[in-house]
């Protein structure tokens, strides 16, 4: 079965961190862009970071400096360690493969994704 699992979703303080992960099972994630991207409540999906399959990684403003996207070829996954977490980071996180071989302005054309997890909840709350 070809599929995108993501974990490591829970209910964190702010200032607190979580690391998802994003596991392909079914196909490679290798030669493709594996991006994470978030709907807040209420909100909109919006991008959040992106990785290349030669490592390459972009960030959106709000995560610049505090999240961390790496992908282990190995294990066939792509972590997303997110520090310094803020209630405004809550949101449902999504994974999202494309086979673009770079992330460029990926984040803000989703259309160009064509693998989707269902998704892994993050709360940020005091």
């Known amino acids: 079965q070809v599929q995108l699992v993501e974990s490591g979703g829970d209910l964190v303080q702010p200032g607190g961190s979580l690391r998802l992960s994003c596991t392909a099972s079914g196909f490679t994630l290798d030669y493709k862009i594996v991006a994470w991207f978030r709907q807040p409540p209420g909100k909109a999906r919006e991008g959040v970071s992106c990785v290349s399959n030669s490592g390459d990684t972009s960030y959106v403003k709000s995560a610049k400096g505090r999240f961390t996207i790496s992908r282990d070829k190995a294990k066939n996954t792509v972590f997303l360690q997110m520090n310094s977490l803020k209630v405004e980071d809550t949101a449902l996180y999504y994974c999202?493969?494309?086979?673009?071989?770079?992330?460029?302005?990926?984040?803000?054309?989703?259309?160009?994704?064509?693998?989707w997890g269902q998704g892994t909840q993050v709360t940020v709350s005091a």
């Open positions: 999202a493969t494309s086979p673009r071989p770079w992330c460029d302005n990926t984040l803000y054309n989703s259309g160009v994704f064509n693998s």
